[in-house]
């Protein structure tokens, strides 16, 4: 079969890729841009699963999500089920202490490699301290708990360290400051002063829809890897219906997947971890870490996503991994702070 010139560049491409190093954006934004169901797409997924085996020496990680609260949220961002735009949460409802124990005892329990608390930008920083220091009161010292929280300064990132948080989740989302109300500048500043304050990082190239283009994608990666986060990748928008954003549609698994994959060859070896895993195609296309969820949870409306919304548990990413022939880290995660 000849090959097309664009089909030689792909190809190219991938030798590139194959060294580990990364790749420059021109040819990170040729790979965004392959048809997800061409010969090629399933090159690109195939290299970029056999890099992360690599990467993590074929161990994949879960980390566990306990969303702290369903407040209305006045930030806006036109995806988010708690943004007061949407008005679809009405009322406050947040999880008390002793939920935040039960989580942490059951996730730990389940094996999971990393507990992260997330709360919306309306949830007082003292009552985010307080919860820290609850769920460091019940998880084991080693089980790095990282935060998602609102934009921080250099001393309120203090703060969250002084209260057991060892890394944190943040993210300049896909057309930040257009589909939300927070400046970019506001986001990069919080991971310079997540930095700072000795938090590790986490983030990720996210909430992608159909409607952004390969040169968006390339951007968002590009700031991703030069953010120094020890894990990123890429993340679909979960369509929440009733949302500003819900006409606009969801990527299927397969661009997904590509996605996902791209991240992997943009960003070569370093770091190890690869996100996110949302299926077993996701899981062999260069995708090594999942997220499961409980508690409240911005891509639904369920008062607690375990029960009737589209948190999923420990087992499933397990399920996952095993399906797309991994194994998962018996332990607590490596890749956080590599
Ligand atoms: S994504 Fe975060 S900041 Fe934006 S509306 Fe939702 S909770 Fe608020």
Same mark, same amino acid.
């Given at each position: 079969?000849?090959?097309?010139?664009?089909?030689?560049?792909v !190809? %190219?491409?991938?030798? /590139?890729?194959?060294a580990?190093?990364?790749?420059?954006?021109?040819e @990170?934004?040729?790979?965004?841009?392959v048809?997800?169901?061409s010969?090629?797409?399933?090159?690109?997924r195939?290299?970029? /699963?056999?890099? *992360?085996?690599?990467?993590?020496?074929?161990?994949?990680?879960?980390?566990?999500?306990?969303?702290?609260?369903?407040?209305?949220?006045?930030?806006?961002?036109?995806?988010c089920s708690?943004?007061?735009?949407?008005?679809?949460r009405k009322?406050?409802?947040e999880?008390?202490?002793?939920?935040?124990?039960r989580y942490?005892?059951? !996730?730990?329990?389940?094996g999971?490699?990393?507990?992260?608390m997330?709360? +919306?930008?309306? =949830?007082?920083?003292?009552?985010y301290l307080?919860?820290?220091?609850?769920?460091? $009161?019940?998880?084991?010292?080693?089980?790095?708990l990282?935060?998602? =929280?609102d934009?921080?300064?250099v001393e309120?990132?203090?703060?969250?360290?002084?209260?057991?948080?060892?890394?944190a989740?943040?993210?300049?989302?896909?057309?930040?400051?257009?589909?939300?109300?927070?400046?970019?500048?506001?986001?990069?500043?919080t991971?310079r #002063?997540?930095?700072e304050a000795?938090? $590790?990082?986490?983030?990720?190239v996210?909430?992608?829809?159909? %409607? /952004?283009?390969p040169?968006?994608l390339?951007e968002? +990666?590009?700031r991703? @890897?030069? *953010?120094?986060?020890?894990s990123?990748?890429?993340?679909?928008?979960?369509?929440?219906?009733?949302?500003q954003?819900? *006409?606009r549609?969801?990527?299927?698994?397969?661009?997904?997947s590509l996605?996902v994959?791209? =991240?992997r060859?943009?960003?070569?070896?370093?770091p190890?971890?690869n996100?996110?895993? *949302?299926?077993?195609?996701?899981?062999?296309?260069?995708? #090594?870490?999942?997220?499961?969820?409980?508690?409240?949870?911005?891509r639904?409306?369920?008062?607690?996503? %375990?029960?009737?919304?589209?948190?999923?548990d420990?087992a !499933? !990413?397990?399920w996952?991994?095993?399906?797309?022939?991994?194994?998962v880290?018996?332990? =607590? $995660?490596?890749?956080?702070?590599?």
């Open positions: 079969m000849k090959l097309t010139d664009a089909q030689t560049r !190809y %190219e491409i991938l030798e /590139h890729a194959a580990g190093e990364g790749l420059p954006d021109d @990170i934004e040729v790979l965004y841009a048809d997800p169901l010969r090629e797409a399933f090159a690109i195939h290299d970029a /699963h056999l890099m *992360s085996l690599e990467a993590t020496n074929g161990k994949a990680e879960i980390h566990a999500q306990i969303g702290l609260n369903g407040s209305p949220c006045g930030k806006n961002c036109k995806f708690f943004a007061v735009c949407n008005g679809l009322k406050l409802f999880l008390t202490a002793e939920d935040v124990k942490c005892d059951l !996730y730990q329990e389940q999971a490699n990393l507990v992260l997330l709360a +919306t930008a309306s =949830y007082p920083f003292e009552k307080e919860m820290a220091n609850v769920a460091r $009161s019940v998880l084991d010292p080693e089980m790095p990282l935060a998602n =929280y934009d921080v300064t309120r990132a203090r703060q969250l360290k002084a209260a057991g948080i060892d890394g989740y943040h993210a300049v989302r896909m057309r930040e400051g257009v589909d939300t109300t927070i400046p970019v500048e506001k986001r990069l500043q991971i #002063n997540l930095r000795g938090l $590790s990082l986490q983030t990720c996210e909430p992608i829809g159909p %409607e /952004h283009t040169a968006e390339v968002a +990666t590009r991703c @890897i030069d *953010s120094g986060a020890n990123a990748g890429c993340g679909r928008r979960i369509t929440v219906p009733g949302t954003v819900e *006409s549609g969801q990527l299927n698994d397969l661009q997904n996605n994959a791209v =991240y060859l943009a960003t070569g070896l370093k190890a971890l996100c996110a895993v *949302s299926t077993p195609i996701t899981a062999t296309s260069g995708g #090594n870490l999942g997220w499961a969820e409980v508690g409240l949870n911005p639904d409306t369920a008062e607690r996503t %375990e029960n009737g919304g589209r948190g999923n420990i !499933y !990413y397990r996952a991994f095993t399906n797309a022939g991994w194994e880290l018996d332990g =607590y $995660s490596q890749g956080w702070k590599l």
